[in-house]
């Protein structure tokens, strides 16, 4: 076995730690066990829903008296 390197922990280490407690990482593994082809669908199909949703939201917001 190697041997462990032993480091003292710093504020850095502390701020990284706050971070990754409001990372899901499931999230994170599933979207690496895409292919780079799926992964850009995948935005593409995002970009559009965003769009669409911008377009209702101008509609609604004209339809307003």
Known sequence: ?????????SSIDDI???????V?????REALKLSVEQRVLKMMSFAK???????AVKQAKSKRP
Not at 16 to 22: A, P, S
Request: proline share 4%; charged share 35%; glycine share 0%.
């Open 1 to 9: 076995m190697a041997p462990q390197t032993t480091r003292e922990r």
């Open 16 to 22: 990284i730690d706050l971070y990754k407690q409001d």
């Open 24 to 28: 899901d990482r499931t999230l994170i």
């Open 49 to 55: 829903l965003a769009l669409a949703m911008r377009e």
